[in-house]
């Protein structure tokens, strides 16, 4: 059982280049949920997603944009990559809402230079 | 406003003692769920222990337990016979009903057990 999987693990963009961070969960989850991690600090709520089809602002949206067409995948796509928006990135994915766990990618090194 | 707050950057244990990991939350919302995970060095997210804010008992999951003060908003994790691999960031994450979707992270704790 994969569970969430992420691509790329390492990552470093120019800045102006955009370029998408992958996300797949193989749990049936209706939730999924993109998180930065700035150094030292913790996780920051980019977009999420309740189910195929439906996608909602987290505390941190702009310069992202995801979709999710299907229940397995949801994308991150980063336009006009800023060195801001160096950081961690995690996706993770929770059967539903309130007493779920969160289930997490391995994450996405990302360095914009 | 912050809604989870972790006040201790670092901590140090001995190995073998029991150490607390501090965390308080804000919210109006009286349905609630709170989660400590676990991120080694290595970088993953590993899911600790959760409490439901109607849960009569604190949440206990082998030598982790949660000390959970309603009253007072805090939800602290407790380390029972602290071990080497203990060593690692903590975060405290509070889900609330009127926004299942979404978990808010506090800044985290580093641990260090020493040996």
């Known amino acids: 059982n994969a569970g969430v999987t992420q691509t790329p693990k390492f990552r470093i963009l120019k800045i102006g280049q955009s370029m998408t961070l992958q996300c797949t969960q193989d749990?049936?989850?209706?939730?999924m949920y993109w998180y930065r991690q700035d150094p030292g600090m913790g996780l920051k709520l980019i977009y999420y997603s309740v189910g195929a089809g439906i996608t909602d602002k987290g505390e941190v949206p702009n310069g992202y944009n995801v979709s999710r067409s299907t229940t397995e995948d949801f994308p991150l796509r980063l336009e006009l990559a800023a060195p801001s928006q160096t950081s961690v990135y995690f996706c993770a994915s929770s059967i539903s809402g309130l007493g779920e766990k969160l289930f997490f990618g391995s994450g996405t090194q990302l360095s914009v230079l | 406003a912050q809604k989870i707050t972790q006040t201790q950057p670092g901590m140090f244990v001995q190995e073998k003692e029991a150490v607390t990991l501090d965390c308080t939350y804000d919210?109006?919302?009286?349905?609630?769920?709170l989660f400590w995970y676990k991120q080694p060095s290595s970088g993953e997210m590993i899911f600790l222990i959760y409490?439901?804010?109607?849960?009569?008992q604190n949440a206990t999951e082998g030598r982790y337990s949660l000390n959970f003060q309603k009253a007072r908003k805090s939800a602290n994790l407790v380390i029972s016979a602290s071990q080497l691999g203990d060593s690692a960031m903590y975060f405290c994450a509070m889900r609330e009903n009127t926004n299942a979707g979404k978990s808010t992270f506090g800044d985290g704790t580093t641990l260090t057990v020493k040996p």
């Open positions: 749990m049936n989850h209706n939730y």
């Open positions: 409490q439901g804010s109607y849960d009569q």
């Open positions: 919210t109006s919302d009286p349905s609630y769920g």
